[in-house]
């Protein structure tokens, strides 16, 4: 399984960006996704998850309403799109599917929210 994160950097508040996870290893289109996020000094934290067909997601309330979680089976391909971002939101964001009960992570892509 290899999962690697794209698309972070910095960026002023009330801005956007979109991450992208490309996928490798494993059948992505039977697989939901998701992603999480760590602050500095903070716990890893989930921020939203899609099915494996896209057809459901879900997301942190401090999310909810700005991040977009969406994929692209054909390009074994998960997305972040993330909008009006605040400082709050400035963390190193994963990628993570779980396969045969384990957890599987990328190495990260920052994001910084700041002006």
């Known amino acids: 399984v290899q999962l690697v994160e794209s698309g972070g950097g910095l960026v002023q508040p009330g801005g956007s960006l979109r991450l992208s996870c490309a996928a490798s290893?494993?059948?992505?289109?039977?697989?939901?996704m998701r992603w999480y996020r760590q602050a500095p000094g903070k716990e890893r934290e989930w921020v939203a998850a899609?099915?494996?067909?896209?057809?459901?997601?879900n997301y942190a309330d401090s999310v909810k309403g700005r991040f977009t979680i969406f994929r692209d089976n054909a390009k074994n391909t998960v997305y972040l799109q993330m909008n009006s971002l605040k400082p709050e939101d400035t963390a190193v964001y994963y990628c993570?599917?779980?396969?045969?009960?384990?957890?599987?992570w990328g190495q990260g892509t920052q994001v910084t929210v700041s002006s």
């Open positions: 993570n599917v779980f396969r045969s009960g384990s957890p599987y």
């Open positions: 290893g494993f059948t992505f289109s039977s697989n939901a």
């Open positions: 899609i099915s494996s067909a896209g057809g459901n997601t």
